[in-house]
Antibody
Framework: EVQLLESGGGLVQPGGSLRLSCAASGFTFDKFAVNWVRQAPGKGLEWLSVISDNAVTTYYADSVKGRFTISRDNSKNTLYLQMNSLRAEDTAVYYC?????????????WGQGTLVTVSS | EIVLTQSPATLSLSPGERATLSCRASQSVSRFLAWYQQKPGQAPRLLIYDTSNRATGIPARFSGSGSGTDFTLTISSLEPADFAVYYCQQRSNRPLTFGGGTKVEIK
């Protein structure tokens, strides 16, 4: 069974940093691209970033480009999101989501999410 | 950026009724459109990809149609478990974008 488990969320002050992790199991992690998607409280879904299966290629939404960095450690089956210069508008539940086929951008499995709150 | 507009924002229906949800794209996404279901406190679940392909384990009462800029998700006969929020998503161009969602609520 595919499982994605996010961690690392919490309360952080504006301008601060946080690193999220997403531990994957139940599939061959290094064969799939993985993404971060967030959802602000009571709002819709926003795609943030993707990293290719071999970690060579990354893409970002403009809203986080230059502030967030996606990475992965295939030896640990783990995806990361380093978030710097956090703003109040970054407050959201952050989900990791696996591509159904690497590079497809069809999200067939999602984690349960981790809440990030940016507030003083 | 491709903007996806979903309508209606809220659909009030009774179990057993047919639900028709719309998603309109600001420019053509060919057939690269997916639908997700989200229940309160849960992660989204993939229902339909590439307009009309049901994801693994999705019941046949869910179907999708459309192409270009206009797409429809149809639930042929609503079950109690189907009352949720539904999002469309395009994968034609980066950045990937989602619609604002349609809430299907019990009338």
């Amino acid at each position: 069974e595919v499982q994605l488990l996010e961690s690392g969320g919490g309360l952080v002050q504006p301008g601060g940093s946080l690193r999220l992790s997403c531990a994957a199991s139940g599939f061959t992690f290094d064969k799939f691209a993985v993404n971060w998607v967030r959802q602000a409280p009571g709002k819709g879904l926003e795609w943030l970033s993707v990293i290719s299966d071999n970690a060579v290629t990354t893409y970002y939404a403009d809203s986080v480009k230059g502030r967030f960095t996606i990475s992965r450690d295939n030896s640990k089956n783990t995806l990361y999101l380093q978030m710097n210069s956090l703003r109040a508008e970054d407050t959201a539940v952050y989900y990791c989501a696996k591509d159904s086929v690497s590079g497809s951008y069809i999200f067939d499995n999602w984690g349960q999410g981790t809440l990030v709150t940016v507030s003083s | 950026e491709i903007v996806l507009t979903q309508s209606p924002a809220t659909l009030s229906l009774s179990p057993g009724e047919r639900a028709t949800l719309s998603c309109r794209a600001s420019q053509s996404v060919s057939r690269f459109l997916a639908w997700y279901q989200q229940k309160p406190g849960q992660a989204p679940r993939l229902l339909i990809y590439d307009t009309s392909n049901r994801a693994t384990g999705i019941p046949a009462r869910f179907s999708g149609s459309g192409s270009g800029t206009d797409f429809t998700l149809t639930i042929s006969s609503l079950e109690p478990a189907d009352f949720a929020v539904y999002y469309c998503q395009q994968r034609s161009n980066r950045p990937l974008t989602f619609g604002g969602g349609t809430k299907v609520e019990i009338k």
